[in-house]
């Protein structure tokens, strides 16, 4: 953003906006952008919208706290970017759980270069589901991945060779109990495929796919014809505790990641289905050593560009009438 904020840290209605559509080109579950914000006085809050869940693939709202804590690691960047810093409360009022966080801007000494980098991929940032080249992913990249992962209070190991072959099967078992549940199948129908003139959902040409056999979901999964070092390229982002809060810090740093890598010319997907379903999600925590809640599978590399998705338009997203400045 080019609109500098004043020494207070205060925002204009002009700055509050772009800040705000900022934080809603944050990725989210089948593109459900289940999130609200209200401006006023005390700052930005950011909601959980009850009226965007997924029952079947989500029912405890653990991937809607993941696509609002992306939302809101969005909100913050953009923020520290324009030259304010986000000063950020969790859950600021009790009692109410759809409330997430209360980001109030305030003057900064000066612009976190690093955050301003990360806010200039918010943009570009896509999902890729094209096939990925065989150009493994640097090792240097991975250092900075997983430090992005570590700032915002998640982890991303490293994975053994063990590891991701097991990995790899629990992936491709969980996809067959999902295409093997009719509700799950509804539930994916009523949000992808979708045309044009939509604002939420993925759009056909964003190329989501949920077949019955596993050629989409373990697509460029390591070994085969792939070049020597070019696996691992599917992480896992786990956080130590699996709370409402910890599930807002692993969307914060999942977002981080990706833009992380987005900044390094580096396609991203995501593999969540080892995740949804409970069984595969207590093994894959017990492969990783008992230690860390697995929250989110990408699948990392080269792609072919790919279309933007849609978004809803600012004032269906905002509980009071018109932006404000804060
Ligand atoms: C928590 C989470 C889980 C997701 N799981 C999947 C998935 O399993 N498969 C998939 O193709 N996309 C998945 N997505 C990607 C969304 O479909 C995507 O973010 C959305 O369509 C918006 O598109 P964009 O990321 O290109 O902005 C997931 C996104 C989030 C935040």
């Avoid at 809640?293 to 009071?320: C, F, K, N, S």
Wanted: charged share 20%; proline share 9%; aromatic share 6%.
């Amino acid at each position: 953003m080019t609109l500098q904020v004043a020494p207070s840290g205060r925002l204009s209605a002009e700055q509050v906006t772009a800040v705000l559509h900022s934080a809603t080109l944050a990725p989210s579950t089948h593109n459900t952008q289940p999130w609200l914000f209200s401006v006023g006085p005390a700052g930005i809050e950011l909601y959980a919208d009850p009226d965007r869940t997924l029952p079947v693939s989500d029912p405890d709202r653990r991937e809607l706290l993941l696509s609002c804590g992306a939302a809101l690691f969005n909100l913050r960047t953009a923020i520290h970017a324009a030259g304010a810093h986000p000063v950020t409360t969790f859950f600021p009022r009790r009692g109410d759980p759809d409330l997430l966080a209360l980001v109030k801007p305030r003057g900064a000494a000066a612009t976190d270069r690093k955050l301003a980098s990360l806010a200039a991929a918010i943009a570009r940032r896509h999902t890729n589901r094209t096939p990925f080249t065989a150009k493994p992913v640097p090792a240097g990249a991975m250092g900075a991945l997983r430090h992005a992962a570590e700032v915002e209070h998640a982890w991303l190991p490293r994975l053994d060779p063990d590891q991701l072959a097991g990995l790899k099967e629990l992936i491709r078992e969980s996809h067959r109990l999902q295409t093997a549940d009719p509700a799950f199948l509804a539930e994916w129908r009523r949000w992808t495929g979708r045309g044009r003139g939509k604002r939420d959902g993925v759009p056909f040409a964003a190329g989501g796919a949920v077949t019955a056999d596993d050629t989409w979901v373990l697509r460029d999964y390591g070994g085969g014809s792939r070049a020597p070092g070019a696996a691992p390229m599917v992480v896992v982002i786990g956080t130590f505790a699996d709370l409402a809060i910890d599930r807002l810090r692993a969307g914060q740093a999942m977002q981080r990641v990706l833009l992380t890598a987005t900044a390094r010319g580096i396609d991203a997907s995501f593999i969540s289905q080892p995740v949804e379903v409970p069984a595969i999600r207590a093994r894959l925590r017990e492969l990783l050593g008992g230690g860390l809640w697995p929250q989110i599978v990408l699948r990392l590399g080269y792609g072919a560009p790919v279309p933007r998705t849609p978004r809803r338009a600012l004032e269906d997203i905002l509980v009071t009438p018109s932006p404000l400045s804060v």
